[in-house]
């Protein structure tokens, strides 16, 4: 399974956009990038995922590089509620569906 | 709403007993995975389901674990006989249908405390 690398921990104040930064320099031509992200308590929800173009969704948008070895995951106007863990994960165009969780970056947001 | 629901919450048991956890994917969904998470391992994948058939079950510790679907409306992960180091939430997720994109939904998690 290809790797990604997150920061273990980002801060940022509410309303304020928060830029999530996620390195897969050994991503395959055929690997989607899907973010999910964990909210104290509860269990993992899909955010957003892309293969080589920018997406927009309304929970946040996905910044691909040209050469797909990095993204970032952008939330716009964070809330309170958008503190959590969140997980970049590579999943290949075929084959397994299963999802390998790193550590992903834990989001703090103040008030 | 659909969604994935999870039995017991929570379960409190002594090492040697036989624990039962279960899940409901949501309807229609054709795959079924069980993960585990714990503050040393994270989330890891214990084994799924496509269409009720294991795919892989290569995380799970076979001697102990396993995991089955008596329907399509139940997926069952049993440990016997547990062990401290059982001690985890587990979670149930399931998928839509066919192809890579699509979402896994979770449910909130069985938390399991072994004695």
């Known amino acids: 399974d290809a790797k990604t690398t997150q920061p273990n921990s980002m801060e940022s104040n509410e309303e304020e956009p928060v830029h999530l930064p996620c390195n897969h320099s050994?991503?395959?031509?055929?690997?989607?990038i899907h973010w999910y992200r964990q909210l104290p308590s509860q269990g993992p929800e899909y955010v957003i995922h892309?293969?080589?173009s920018n997406v927009n969704n309304r929970m946040a948008s996905l910044a691909i590089a040209e050469d797909r070895k990095s993204s970032t995951l952008i939330l716009h106007r964070a809330t309170l509620r958008d503190a959590a863990v969140y997980y970049c994960?590579?999943?290949?165009?075929?084959?397994?569906?299963?999802?390998?969780f790193g550590q992903g970056t834990r989001l703090t947001i103040n008030p | 709403d659909a969604r994935v629901t999870q039995t017991p919450r929570h379960k409190v048991t002594e090492m040697g007993q036989e624990v039962t956890m279960r899940c409901q994917p949501i309807?229609?969904?054709?795959?079924v995975f069980w993960y585990r998470q714990t503050m040393m391992q994270g989330l890891e994948l214990l084994a799924y389901?496509?269409?009720?058939?294991?795919?892989?079950d290569s995380g799970m510790p076979k001697d102990r674990f396993s995991a089955e679907m008596p329907d399509a409306t139940l997926a069952t992960l049993k440990i016997q006989p547990s062990e401290p180091r059982d001690s985890a939430v587990y979670f149930c997720?399931?998928?839509?249908?066919?192809?890579?994109?699509?979402?896994?939904?979770f449910g909130p998690g069985t938390r399991l405390t072994v004695l």
């Open positions: 309807l229609g969904h054709n795959t």
């Open positions: 997720a399931s998928g839509g249908t066919s192809g890579v994109y699509n979402e896994q939904f």
């Open positions: 994960i590579l999943r290949p165009q075929r084959g397994a569906q299963k999802l390998v």
């Open positions: 892309g293969l080589t």
């Open positions: 389901f496509r269409n009720r058939a294991p795919l892989d």
């Open positions: 050994t991503i395959s031509g055929t690997d989607y």
